[in-house]
């Protein structure tokens, strides 16, 4: 029975009990909770581990570091995302992030005068290469396996072609961005926080994050139902390649200049691919979200700190990644199975 005071309204402390219980539920509904809980376990078991190896992991250099090597990954996670919603992927991101950071710091040449012509140069490239890689998909039907595995084998071949090593400079003012840290928080991780603010919005509250949803589920019934699925799919794709240019730059900052493999040596395309899946995003698409890809990108930081700290065999370092990833999509597959039944 409800209470109700002279005035005619519900008593406050029941309300308040009630909006309690549902915020709980909420959260623990949430498809990202699972990827957040087995973060908080495998950053237990890592602490363990590392103490009783003899090394430091709860320290403010080792957190930092962890979130430092988090940014590349995530903010190329988060852009990852859209794509992979959409049934889709992107794996030209690795060598269009090596683009983005010579293209960036050769344009820059150590001048802070041309900070801005740089970054304007390079988001000007991604959103062509956007392009090129949405319309190849959807005008000329060409799977996006294959059709971003050519971009990715031509934009190599300009690389190749153009640089053959480190090129470039950044400005003393722009390596800050790689580098200066308030207390334990790098300035890079407000950056990685904005993208993933802004994918977060556009995939919650806008049209367009409406239809990635409706496109991922089944592209046949979104066009049935009036969408115009290839306008979606190219967005997507300019969006995913913008996040790899950003990337890139963000690494130039870090290195000093622009350099041909870093984007291929870092992994970018099947490191963002792994952390979006272990996010809980499903390949297939129409299911997932950034937030949880953000728990996947925090995974693979605390494995990677691990393995280094334990000095493990880099070949054993992939064999545990694979089968956590492994596990990962089983376990999804395994809930997604059970929710239809």
């Not at 995939?203 to 589920?217: D, E, H, M, N, S």
Request: hydrophobic share 50%.
């Amino acid at each position: 029975m409800t209470v109700v005071d002279p005035s005619g309204t519900a008593a406050e402390p029941g309300r308040r009990a009630r909006t309690l219980a549902g915020w709980r539920v909420g959260v623990l509904a949430s498809p990202a909770a699972p990827v957040y809980g087995a973060l908080i376990g495998i950053f237990v078991i890592a602490w363990i581990v590392v103490t009783i190896h003899g090394g430091t992991f709860l320290t403010v250099p080792n957190v930092v570091n962890m979130l430092q090597r988090s940014v590349a990954l995530g903010i190329m996670a988060a852009g990852q995302t859209i794509v992979i919603m959409l049934g889709s992927l992107d794996l030209s991101v690795a060598q269009v992030i090596s683009l983005a950071s010579l293209l960036g710091a050769t344009t820059m040449d150590g001048q802070d005068a041309n900070v801005l012509p740089a970054i304007m140069l390079v988001l000007g490239a991604g959103v062509v290469i956007g392009l090129a890689n949405g319309l190849i998909i959807t005008k000329l039907r060409v799977n996006a396996f294959i059709a971003t595995l050519g971009t990715s084998l031509i934009i190599k071949g300009l690389i190749d072609n153009r640089w053959d090593g480190p090129a470039g400079s950044v400005p003393k003012s722009f390596e800050d961005l790689g580098y200066t840290r308030f207390g334990v928080l790098p300035l890079s991780i407000f950056l990685f926080a904005a993208v993933v603010l802004v994918i977060w919005f556009i995939l919650r509250y806008t049209r367009f994050g409406y239809r990635i949803y409706a496109v991922g589920g089944s592209e046949d019934v979104s066009k049935l139902s009036g969408l115009r699925t290839h306008r979606t799919i190219i967005a997507a794709h300019v969006i995913c390649s913008l996040a790899a240019v950003i990337t890139g730059l963000f690494l130039a900052s870090r290195l000093g200049a622009g350099t041909p493999t870093v984007g291929p040596d870092g992994g970018y395309d099947l490191e963002s691919i792994a952390a979006v899946v272990l996010g809980g995003t499903a390949l297939m698409g129409g299911r997932g979200g950034v937030i949880g890809t953000v728990g996947g990108v925090f995974i693979l930081a605390v494995l990677d700190n691990t393995f280094n700290q334990l000095e493990l065999n880099a070949f054993l370092k992939d064999v545990v990644r694979g089968l956590i990833i492994i596990a990962a999509v089983a376990v999804y597959a395994r809930r997604k199975l059970g929710e239809k039944d």
